[in-house]
């Protein structure tokens, strides 16, 4: 049961040698891992060329235009080689190996399910955003949707063939678990540690200014997605 990794890389070139040393161990449980280079303007194409021949199991495919993060999420997807499938974050905020316990549980509990990470350890003020943006989505799309944006998500490949215009930005992850609920899928939790970003900044969490921004485009979406039903 071979599963896919795909990690969106935007200007994240001092991260990737430590991030590829903590991928090195996914390719000895039978997966790949896909770096993609979502547009970056660092030298990450420089810095993938050179290490990526050290790591087996994991390659890169390179998205010219920034175009979101979701884009690049879906530019990796459409690459991947996997039965199971799924996407992490390059930040090292949460651990890529983290992937293998979510897959842990479709080796018990069989393909048919969705798998999301449960975020713990995060600073007050995140979590308190987390919790408001939780129960605004859980009342407005009538389902329980708790800390959306927490990683890695896990599916089949045969739910990611059924997806019909999936949005191009940071929303990905709210599309994704709203299908997975819209169409019944078993849904399972399993706890990861959430760290401090080891290199940089975060592209959108970074002050409240932002927050709003990424506020009032989730809400433009999910009112959108809520009228699409399963479409």
């Given at each position: ?202 592209h959108w969490n970074v002050d409240w200014t932002a ?21």
């Amino acid at each position: 049961m071979k599963f896919s990794l795909i990690i969106p890389c935007y200007n994240e070139a001092k991260n990737i040698p430590a991030l590829l040393e903590r991928c090195r161990e996914v390719g000895n449980f039978d997966g790949e891992v896909i770096l993609v280079d979502n547009g970056s303007s660092d030298n990450t194409v420089e810095v993938l060329k050179e290490l990526l021949p050290k790591y087996p199991g994991c390659r890169s495919i390179r998205v010219e235009d920034n175009i979101g993060y979701g884009f690049g999420v879906l530019e990796g997807l459409k690459a991947a080689e996997g039965d199971i499938l799924g996407w992490t974050h390059a930040d090292l905020q949460t651990d890529p190996l983290d992937v293998i316990s979510g897959i842990k549980i479709f080796e018990v509990n069989g393909l048919d399910i969705f798998v999301k990470g449960r975020r713990y350890g995060r600073p007050a003020a995140d979590t308190f955003f987390t919790v408001g943006m939780s129960f605004f989505e859980t009342i407005l799309m009538k389902t329980w949707l708790w800390d959306i944006n927490a990683q890695p998500n896990l599916f089949t490949r045969r739910f990611y063939e059924s997806w019909i215009n999936p949005p191009h930005d940071f929303s990905l992850d709210l599309f994704v678990f709203y299908q997975a609920k819209l169409i019944g899928l078993p849904i399972f939790r399993f706890p990861v540690k959430f760290g401090e970003r080891l290199h940089g900044v975060s592209h959108w969490n970074v002050d409240w200014t932002a927050k709003k921004r990424f506020i009032r485009r989730t809400i433009a979406f999910s009112i959108e997605l809520k009228k699409r039903g399963l479409n």
